[in-house]
């Protein structure tokens, strides 16, 4: 498993056509044990990270709605800046992008300083 999402559930849908694994999260609790379960092999049931559970190493990118990367608020910013497999990747969610956030072209010109 390369890819993994997280989001929506139409869009699970969409990515399942596409060959993509993923689980639909409603919430924040929902897509919290999801994340762990992924990135630490935590089973939200025994409340503890299982030893030799490690989903990372069979997931290499994980896509996030733009709604459930904030519902990870802290947590996804400390795994992002640890530097571990899966690579977050964020995306709009099926209602569009969420507001105050940059395009990716808003980004890239941001950290090349160069408007076109």
Not at 13 to 40: C, H, K, M, P, Y
Request: proline fraction near 4%; charge should be negative.
């Amino acid at each position: 498993m390369d890819y993994y999402f997280l989001g929506d559930p139409e869009l699970v849908t969409a990515f399942r056509f596409a060959g993509v694994s993923g689980e639909a999260v409603q919430n924040q609790s929902e897509t919290l044990s999801a994340f762990r379960r992924i990135t630490e092999g935590y089973n939200a049931t025994a409340g503890a990270v299982l030893p030799g559970v490690e989903l990372a190493s069979l997931c290499r990118v994980l896509i996030l709605t733009e709604e459930a990367a904030d519902w990870l608020g802290e947590d996804l910013d400390n795994w992002q800046l640890g530097g571990r497999y899966p690579l977050v990747v964020e995306i709009p969610g099926i209602t569009g992008r969420q507001p105050g956030r940059k395009t990716l072209v808003d980004s890239i010109r941001e950290a090349i300083g160069v408007h076109v």
